[in-house]
Antibody, heavy 121, light 108 residues
Framework: QVQLVESGGGVVQPGRSLRLSCEAS????????MHWVRQAPGKGLEWVAD????????YYSDSVKGRFTISRDNSKNTLWLQMNSLRAEDTAVYYC??????????????WGQGTLVTVSS | SYVLTQPPSVSVAPGETARIACGEN??????VHWYQQKPGQAPVSVIY???DRPSGIPERLSGSNSGNTATLTISRVEAGDEADYYC???????????FGGGTKLTVL
């Protein structure tokens, strides 16, 4: 079955960096676009970034553009999110999610369990 | 840019019908997707492409989308339906995913 397992979260000081990983299994990883979605404590879902199945295109939310970089290695079935210049407002659970394209739209049919990032001095 | 508006909370008695709205100008022209999230868990897809149900999702959950409002309807509500529900669209003009603010469903 499809499995997405995030790792790399933790406590980090403002201005520092952190890299999250998402290991995929149970499906042909290289066939799917992948996303990062985050959820601040007690808040709603916020889309962060996505990368096409072949890594050829990447898109970011305005809140992270220029600070975060999404990448993937299809030979390792792994997705990453490099987070630089972290701010307190980046504190959240970060989920990786697989997308499905249907009728001109994308939705997420599988999610990881999430990894918590806390930005605090 | 899209702003999807959901009521913060909806309350319903067991066995009744819950309707959760997701509003945006002309949302009927977009494909709307819905997620259920229980405390401490990752979101789960419950409706995609306005009305389609993933395998394993009960028929009690259904979706509709017309005009300025998309709606998730949960019939014969059970205690296990208590969760946060989020609507989502794809903003193709800006290549980004948009989520609604979420609705907390309380089963009285």
């Amino acid at each position: 079955q499809v499995q997405l397992v995030e790792s790399g979260g933790g406590v980090v000081q403002p201005g520092r960096s952190l890299r999250l990983s998402c290991e995929a299994s149970g499906f042909p990883f290289s066939h799917y676009g992948m996303h990062w979605v985050r959820q601040a404590p007690g808040k709603g879902l916020e889309w962060v970034a996505d990368i096409w199945y072949d890594g050829s295109n990447r898109y970011y939310s305005d809140s992270v553009k220029g600070r975060f970089t999404i990448s993937r290695d299809n030979s390792k079935n792994t997705l990453w999110l490099q987070m630089n210049s972290l701010r307190a407002e980046d504190t959240a659970v970060y989920y990786c999610a697989r997308d499905i394209y249907v009728s001109g739209s994308y939705y997420f049919d599988n999610w990881g369990q999430g990894t918590l990032v806390t930005v605090s001095s | 840019s899209y702003v999807l508006t959901q009521p913060p909370s909806v309350s319903v008695a067991p066995g009744e019908t819950a309707r959760i709205a997701c509003g945006e100008n002309n949302i009927g022209s977009k494909s709307v997707h819905w997620y259920q999230q229980k405390p401490g868990q990752a979101p789960v897809s419950v409706i995609y492409h306005d009305t389609d149900r993933p395998s394993g999702i009960p028929e009690r959950l259904s979706g509709s989308n017309s005009g300025n409002t998309a709606t998730l309807t949960i019939s014969r509500v059970e205690a296990g339906d208590e969760a946060d529900y989020y609507c989502q669209v794809w903003d193709s003009n800006n290549n980004r995913v948009i989520f609604g603010g979420g609705t907390k469903l309380t089963v009285l």
